[in-house]
């Protein structure tokens, strides 16, 4: 491969958002993965170094704007961390015959509603690529644990999965008050509205992934969603969440077969506010627990580290290292899968095969 490192799969991170700039650390950091590229959306980021995008040292990678230069630039895949995807630029990539691996949708696209999944499948044809979508919830906490844990059973009649979150923390302020529409007017919240349909179909993917996986025969998956009002102002980030719109968002996708419950997905999200007292209170973080024989529980934080003492914001950020690790260790075997959809249950288990500390 011209231009290529001898061995090295090359990688153009797209997007350097929360999660994408870990991505792009982690590619910089990976002994088999070697940076061909960044994709950036702010025209003040058009022509920097990758590298001093990292905080770093210069590596000789400029970010462009231009999808037409990422189109035209030889890699293996492309690692697509956006704020909301574009179905268009991805089957662009695909048939240009650039694997995907993202964290914004394609969890189990096969299960997806609507039209995006044939042009999809398409792109993934006509490039010979793979379409991989994981994470932290949904990706690793969400499947690859569940699963994990599904190997400790006899039998199974429910896997629940519950995250608990307070946005109020997570800088990324597009997606906390315009795709997740915290701050909006209570009315309007509605499982339908267009872009918290799109996030819920993530999750519902998710539930019919892990149905799918461990056999559970599901027949539908129902979404369900209950909204609070925050009580007084809440300032994020300098920007104010007024009293009286939404401030807590309770969903619930239960995925069924015959009418029982086997696979749950919950998350109870707030900004500033406690959940009310009709609502589940898991703790913060993720519980998984499967219900058979035996039934067994795990619960989960992401922290920057269980014994410096470090700042709220570096115990916030990283859940986006974590999910940004779980993508870029994706990477070698997606390159590597058949082309197509590829879920996380299709994979080998993703690990960090190159664990020893590098740069910080
Ligand atoms: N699966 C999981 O567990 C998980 C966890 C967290 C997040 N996510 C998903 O990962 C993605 C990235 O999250 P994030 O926290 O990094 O978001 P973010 O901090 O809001 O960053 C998103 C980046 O998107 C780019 N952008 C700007 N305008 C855009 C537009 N019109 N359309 C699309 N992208 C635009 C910007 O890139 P530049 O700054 O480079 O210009 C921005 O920095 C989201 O889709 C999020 O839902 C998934």
Redesign the pocket.
Same mark, same amino acid.
């Given at each position: 491969m011209p231009g290529a490192a001898e061995g090295k799969t090359r990688v153009i991170q797209w997007?350097?958002?929360? !999660?994408?700039i870990e991505a792009l650390r982690g590619i910089l950091d990976h002994p088999d993965l070697e940076l061909a590229g960044v994709? !950036?959306?702010?025209s003040d980021?058009h022509g920097v170094d990758a590298g001093v995008l990292a905080g770093r040292s210069a590596v000789g990678v400029t970010?462009t704007t231009s999808l037409d230069e990422v189109l035209q630039s030889d890699a293996d895949c492309v690692l697509y961390?956006?704020?909301?995807?574009?179905i268009d630029d991805v089957c662009a990539l695909l048939a240009s015959g650039k694997n995907v691996v993202t964290?914004?949708?394609g969890f189990h696209t096969a299960r997806s509603d609507g039209p995006d999944k044939d042009r999809l499948r398409k792109a993934c044809e006509a490039g010979g690529t793979s379409l991989h #979508?994981? #994470?932290?919830?949904? #990706?690793n906490l969400?499947v690859v644990l569940p699963l994990a844990l599904s190997g400790l059973t006899r039998d199974i009649t429910n896997v629940k999965v519950q995250e608990r979150a307070d946005w109020s923390v997570y800088?990324?302020l597009?997606?906390t008050f315009d795709?997740m529409k915290f701050g909006s007017p209570v009315g309007e919240v509605t499982p339908e509205c267009k872009s918290l349909k799109f996030?819920s179909d993530l999750f519902r993917e998710q539930v019919w992934l892990v149905g799918d996986a461990l056999g559970l025969d599901l027949d539908e998956v129902v979404t369900d969603l209950q909204v609070i009002p925050a009580s007084v102002d809440h300032e994020v980030f300098g920007r104010t969440l007024k009293a009286g719109t939404v401030a807590g968002q309770w969903w619930r996708w239960t995925g069924r077969s015959a009418g029982h419950i086997r696979v749950e997905v919950e998350a109870v999200w707030t900004v500033g506010e406690r959940p009310p007292s009709n609502w589940p209170a898991p703790q913060h973080g993720w519980t998984i627990t499967l219900e058979g024989t035996p039934s067994a529980q795990a619960h989960i934080v992401t922290l920057a580290s269980f014994v410096r003492d470090v700042s709220l914001a570096e115990h916030v950020n990283a859940?986006?290292v974590a999910?940004a690790s779980q993508a870029v260790n994706s990477v070698p075997a997606v390159v590597a899968a058949p082309p197509g959809f590829v879920t996380i249950a299709d994979l080998p288990l993703i690990r960090n095969r190159h664990a020893v500390a590098r740069a910080t």
């Open positions: 997007a350097t958002g929360a !999660v994408g994709r !950036v959306y702010s980021k970010a961390t956006p704020r909301s995807p574009s964290t914004s949708f #979508g994981t #994470g932290l919830n949904p #990706g969400g800088e990324s597009d997606i795709q996030t859940a986006s999910t």
